[in-house]
Each structure stands twice: as structure tokens, then as C-alpha cells.
């Protein structure tokens, strides 16, 4: 399931760990000797998708040598609380120095591959896809977006240079719908897509006459998504977002949407309760 390049990865983790260690370990490097080694493991705590085991047995591989960290479930997985994710046996001042980051990095994106999933299971049955939007945590935005993958997300597009996207400051400043997009033809490539954010139908009706390719629903109610699906008519795809909960994201696929595009997947979830426990794992 790993997809993020290497020189990433580590890139992300050594700053992590930059930050955690900036000379030595006051505590691990005064009471334990270079030569004491110890058993652990990760075992969860919650139930949901794990994501980011790759990702953890790379931390302890950059803090020091030694460890052997044998993989027991892998990305995309279904967990259960209790379950044991990894083994561990090696110098104990890399265990413990390696833990805290590991675990961050591996509770955040197991929670994210977790809501990503709950959402997924919640329009099950319609033509809806989930994805992500760009509000994700500085630095780490390839594996906030590999998360929502695990989950069985879609990513939206990764950076400004992805994709022309025109979101209503964009319309405002240049006048309107039309000339906005008569303008990004004539400079962006053959391989670029157009998406226009609309936020009302006639702006819906605007985006199609310009022949937009994609057209976000911008917090629009039910039945007026509802009635943007009857004007299109397959014309362009249509991402529903804005607002959207647990509670109305069912709701919102029914209307026939394409996309429902969620900003919380990444920039607000809940961290996966995941902990390192010392000695043998249990049978």
C-alpha cells in the first residue's frame, strides 16, 4: 500500500524528530546504556483503518540501528481494539526515542484513514465518491492525502499547480463565471481540467454554458443540489461540499452528486488511539 516517495518520508520524519531531540535524550541517554536492549509492540486501542505502519518502522530506523521491526498488519487494514500491529526488539535508548514520533505520525493518519473510511461506509450504495480538499496540516499533505487513499478516499487535487480551480474570489475579481474561464483557456494546457465553485443554479447554468469541467456545489441545500443534478444532466461532474456531517453526508449523495469533498478528513480528525507497550507481545 506505501506510495509516498522515500526522500519524502524521511524528509518529514527527521524534522519530527529534530524537533523532539535537539542534542540528546536527558532521560533515555543518562539511565540507559548503549548495549541495553528491550522487547515491544503497538498495539491498538480503537477500532478503525490503519494507516502509516510503514511509516512508523521508518522513525526507528533513522533514530538508530538495531531495531528489528517486524510489520504484523498493514495499511488499509480493519482493526480491532486490541489488536497488535508490530514487534519490536533492539537498543532500548532507540525505542524510546523513536516512540513519541512514531506514534504521532502513525495515530494521525490512522485517524484520518478511519473517518475516511466511516465516510465511505456512509455513502455506500450511491454514485458518490469522498475526497479531500487542500485544508491539511503544513509539511505533511502527500500523507495526510495517502491516509484518505487507505480509507478509500479519493484525493482532490494536491497543490495549485494540479488543477485550475475557481473559487468565488477568483469569479469576483475577474467579473464573472465566463470571462474567468474564456481567460484560463487561452494559457492553461490540453491536460488541465477546470473546476468552477457555483453558488447558486445560475451560476450553475453559467459554468456550463463555459463549458466547465467540473462544477463544486458550494453549500447548497438537498434539494437544490437535487435540481443542479436535473440542469446538468451529465454534462459535468458535480462535487458537492461545504457544511457537510455525519448527518447530512447521506443525504447529500442521494441528490446524485459525483464528489462530496470534505475539509475535516485532514485538517480536524480525531487521532487513532494506538499505544507502545513493553516486553513480549501477548499470544
Same mark, same amino acid.
Given at each position: 500500500?506505501?506510495?509516498?516517495?522515500?526522500?519524502?518520508?524521511?524528509?518529514?520524519?527527521?524534522?519530527?524528530?529534530?524537533?523532539?531531540?535537539?542534542?540528546?535524550?536527558?532521560?533515555?541517554?543518562?539511565?540507559?546504556?548503549?548495549?541495553?536492549?528491550?522487547?515491544?509492540?503497538?498495539?491498538?486501542?480503537?477500532?478503525?483503518?490503519?494507516?502509516?505502519?510503514?511509516?512508523?518502522?521508518?522513525?526507528?530506523?533513522?533514530?538508530?540501528?538495531?531495531?528489528?521491526?517486524?510489520?504484523?498488519?498493514?495499511?488499509?487494514?480493519?482493526?480491532?481494539?486490541?489488536?497488535?500491529?508490530?514487534?519490536?526488539?533492539?537498543? *532500548?535508548?532507540?525505542?524510546?526515542?523513536?516512540?513519541?514520533?512514531?506514534?504521532?505520525?502513525?495515530?494521525?493518519?490512522?485517524?484520518?484513514?478511519?473517518?475516511?473510511?466511516?465516510?465511505?461506509?456512509?455513502?455506500?450504495? *450511491?454514485?458518490?465518491?469522498?475526497?479531500?480538499?487542500?485544508?491539511?496540516?503544513?509539511?505533511?499533505?502527500?500523507?495526510?492525502?495517502?491516509?484518505?487513499?487507505?480509507?478509500?478516499?479519493?484525493?482532490?487535487?494536491?497543490?495549485?499547480?494540479?488543477?485550475?480551480?475557481?473559487?468565488?474570489?477568483?469569479?469576483?475579481?475577474?467579473?464573472?463565471?465566463?470571462?474567468?474561464?474564456?481567460?484560463?483557456?487561452?494559457?492553461?494546457?490540453?491536460?488541465?481540467?477546470?473546476?468552477?465553485?457555483?453558488?447558486?443554479?445560475?451560476?450553475?447554468?453559467?459554468?456550463?454554458?463555459?463549458?466547465?469541467?467540473?462544477?463544486?456545489?458550494?453549500?447548497?441545500?438537498?434539494?437544490?443540489?437535487?435540481?443542479?443534478?436535473?440542469?446538468?444532466?451529465?454534462?459535468?461532474?458535480?462535487?458537492?461540499?461545504?457544511?457537510?456531517?455525519?448527518?447530512?453526508?447521506?443525504?447529500?449523495?442521494?441528490?446524485?452528486?459525483?464528489?462530496?469533498?470534505?475539509?475535516?478528513?485532514?485538517?480536524?480528525?480525531?487521532?487513532?488511539?494506538?499505544?507502545?507497550?513493553?516486553?513480549?507481545?501477548?499470544?
Amino acid at each position: 500500500m506505501m506510495q509516498l516517495l522515500q526522500s519524502y518520508v524521511d524528509e518529514v520524519i527527521l524534522r519530527a524528530l529534530h524537533e523532539d531531540i535537539t542534542g540528546m535524550d536527558v532521560t533515555t541517554d543518562f539511565l540507559l546504556s548503549p548495549e541495553h536492549e528491550s522487547d515491544a509492540y503497538l498495539m491498538a486501542k480503537d477500532s478503525g483503518v490503519l494507516c502509516g505502519i510503514e511509516i512508523a518502522k521508518r522513525v526507528f530506523d533513522l533514530v538508530g540501528e538495531g531495531v528489528t521491526f517486524t510489520t504484523l498488519m498493514n495499511d488499509g487494514s480493519t482493526v480491532q481494539y486490541g489488536d497488535i500491529l508490530a514487534v519490536m526488539h533492539g537498543p *532500548t535508548r532507540t525505542l524510546l526515542k523513536a516512540e513519541r514520533t512514531a506514534l504521532n505520525l502513525l495515530q494521525h493518519l490512522s485517524g484520518i484513514a478511519t473517518e475516511t473510511r466511516r465516510c465511505v461506509d456512509i455513502v455506500a450504495g *450511491t454514485k458518490a465518491s469522498i475526497a479531500d480538499t487542500r485544508k491539511c496540516m503544513v509539511g505533511i499533505r502527500a500523507m495526510q492525502k495517502y491516509a484518505v487513499r487507505c480509507g478509500g478516499g479519493k484525493n482532490h487535487r494536491f497543490n495549485l499547480s494540479d488543477g485550475a480551480m475557481l473559487k468565488d474570489n477568483h469569479i469576483d475579481a475577474c467579473g464573472g463565471i465566463l470571462p474567468a474561464i474564456t481567460q484560463l483557456r487561452e494559457h492553461i494546457g490540453h491536460m488541465v481540467r477546470i473546476e468552477v465553485e457555483v453558488r447558486t443554479l445560475d451560476e450553475l447554468r453559467e459554468a456550463l454554458e463555459a463549458k466547465a469541467d467540473i462544477i463544486m456545489l458550494d453549500n447548497m441545500d438537498n434539494d437544490t443540489m437535487k435540481e443542479a443534478v436535473r440542469i446538468t444532466d451529465g454534462r459535468a461532474m458535480l462535487e458537492a461540499s461545504g457544511g457537510i456531517t455525519h448527518e447530512t453526508l447521506r443525504g447529500a449523495a442521494e441528490t446524485g452528486v459525483d464528489i462530496i469533498s470534505i475539509g475535516a478528513l485532514t485538517h480536524s480528525v480525531k487521532a487513532f488511539d494506538i499505544s507502545m507497550k513493553w516486553g513480549k507481545a501477548p499470544r
